[in-house]
């Protein structure tokens, strides 16, 4: 688990269901009681309201995209991306939740000086703060987008976009725009 922000819960990974039965469950997405198909199970512990299990859905079988717990800039929420499906939940209500527009997630970037979250699947990149998704970037590659740095308020990523070398696009932390491309030799 990731966990560069603060947080109000603490997190257990589960390989199954507990054998005895106990604990309410929850399946994402829909949040559904009870009920798992598979996919990562975690125990969710805040520290206001009771434990719970989330099962998160799987989203693709791929080596290029992203399984981790990763803390969120509300100290409330947690992002649990299984295999490249984001879902950020409320610990202390499960039942509000939200599946992030970026799929399938390769990437995840915690950057608490800006307090964003910020996803990259194969073309385009989606920022969460504390208010929900801020911005959504346009188009930035045809393929294989890849965050490299943050620098400064800008955030350095590679993109590929049909041609013989990768460019080098900068884009605006508060924003989502590119705001500069280079060609990378």
């Keep these: 688990m990731r966990q560069l922000f603060p947080r109000s819960y603490e997190i257990e ?97 915690e950057i608490p000086a800006h307090n964003l979250l910020v996803f990259s699947d194969f073309t385009k990149l989606v920022a969460f703060g504390t208010e929900g998704v801020k911005w959504i970037s346009p188009r930035l590659a045809i393929d294989e987008l890849k965050i490299l740095e943050v620098e400064n308020d800008c955030l350095r990523v590679s993109a590929w976009r049909g041609g013989q070398k990768a460019e080098i696009d900068q884009v605006d932390l508060s924003t989502g725009e590119q705001i500069q491309t280079r060609e990378v030799n």
């Design 13 to 109: 990974e589960y390989a199954e269901l507990p054998s005895d039965g106990r604990g309410t469950v929850f399946h994402y997405p829909g949040a559904i009681r009870d009920r798992t198909t598979g996919g990562l199970l975690i125990k969710v512990k805040p520290k206001t309201g009771q434990p719970w299990i989330g099962s998160f859905a799987s989203g693709c079988r791929s080596a290029a995209v992203l399984t981790e717990i990763i803390s969120c800039p509300d100290a409330s929420e947690i992002c649990v991306v299984s295999s490249g499906a984001a879902y950020v939940v409320r610990t202390d209500d499960p039942t509000k939740w939200q599946t992030l527009p970026c799929f399938p997630v390769t990437q995840a970037l």
